[in-house]
């Protein structure tokens, strides 16, 4: 079975910090990816997501994340962090063109310190 | 456009007692997912329906796990008997088609507590 980690489980940052979390799959194959967030007391809701061309994805709120197969990572990026980022972010992969065996990663919490 | 609805938000039971939880799909929405979600860990599958013909039901507990979606709209979740490991939240999602890069929309959640 396919797994999905994510490297860090709580990060901590002030206003206007550069962003990278990351994330590593396992499945050698065809894969959809994709980077979910859930805002204190709202949904999950879809961040970005990557299933075909080009490797550098971008998303809502100014996250963007790139699609490196060598490495089976599909790492998320934030130039620049606002306190409303402060949210659980979880990475998900999906196999082949019918999304089969669908997992999320368990999630990283981030802080945003005004 | 309405969201993916749950029902009940909240619920509290005895271990050994039955539980349902109930879902409404996003209208036009052909694929439906239910996932359980543990305190600290994120959310697992545990069956993706097309329309009313299971598609993946690999993880969900089949001993004490049902769920049905006879008409191909909404859903049921069911948990008989409950056991303490059980408390979580409980997420439906949907999607237009279930076809690999799709996004899922995701309800509100119901929360479950075993004692």
């Known amino acids: 079975a396919q797994s999905v980690s994510q490297h860090n489980h709580h990060v901590i940052l002030s206003e206007a910090a550069s962003l990278e979390l990351g994330c590593n799959y396992s499945y050698g194959g065809t894969v959809n990816l994709f980077w979910y967030v859930q805002y204190p007391g709202q949904h999950l809701q879809l961040l970005l997501k990557y299933f075909s061309g080009d490797p550098l994805v971008k998303g809502i709120k100014g996250f963007e994340a790139e699609f490196i197969k060598s490495k089976f990572s599909f790492n998320l990026r934030k130039p620049s962090v606002q306190w409303s980022d402060t949210a659980e972010y979880f990475c998900a992969v999906s196999i082949g063109n019918y999304g089969q065996n669908f997992v999320f990663g368990p999630g990283t919490r981030l802080s945003v310190l005004p | 456009e309405a969201g993916v609805a749950q029902s009940p938000r909240y619920k509290i039971i005895e271990k050994r007692q039955s539980v349902a939880f109930w879902c409404n799909p996003i209208s036009g929405h052909a694929t439906l997912y239910w996932y359980q979600q543990i305190l600290g860990q994120g959310p697992k599958l545990l069956i993706q329906?097309?329309?009313?013909?299971?598609?993946?039901d690999s993880q969900l507990p089949k001993d004490r796990f049902s769920a049905e979606r006879l008409k191909g709209v909404d859903s049921t979740l069911k948990i008989q008997p409950a056991k303490l490991e059980d408390s979580a939240v409980y997420l439906c999602?949907?999607?237009?088609?279930?076809?690999?890069?799709?996004?899922?929309?995701f309800g509100p959640g119901t929360r479950l507590l075993v004692l």
């Open positions: 329906f097309q329309n009313n013909g299971v598609v993946d």
């Open positions: 999602a949907s999607s237009l088609e279930g076809g690999g890069g799709e996004t899922q929309y």
